[in-house]
């Protein structure tokens, strides 16, 4: 009995030192891929006065109604 109980307990140590290497390689795996990505990149937000300027380009809007509405950004 005493033998049984020592290699039921030894082959789930075994088991569990594999999963625990396992779970090691995969978080460094894990942390390189991350460190290789480099910090997220944002954009910057297009403000009110890039949007005006696009439509303006566009021709959506006339030159009388950019000048209004730029001078009521500019508020």
């Given amino acids: 009995m005493h033998y049984w109980g020592y290699y ?3 082959a789930g140590m075994g088991i569990m030192m594999i999963v625990f ?5 995969i978080g ?3 942390l390189v891929r991350y ?6 990149r944002y954009e910057p937000r297009e ?3 890039d949007i005006l300027k696009k439509r303006y380009a566009k021709g959506e ?4 109604e950019y000048n209004r509405i730029k001078d ?4």
């Avoid at 809007?61 to 009388?64: A, H, L, M, R, S």
């Avoid at 009521?72 to 508020?75: E, H, I, N, T």
């Fill in 72 to 75: 009521d950004l500019k508020d």
């Fill in 47 to 49: 403000t009110p006065l």
């Fill in 35 to 40: 460190l290789a990505k480099g910090p997220p």
């Fill in 28 to 30: 460094i795996v894990y």
């Fill in 8 to 10: 039921g307990w030894g």
């Fill in 61 to 64: 809007i006339t030159k009388e």
């Fill in 21 to 25: 290497w396992a779970l090691v390689i």
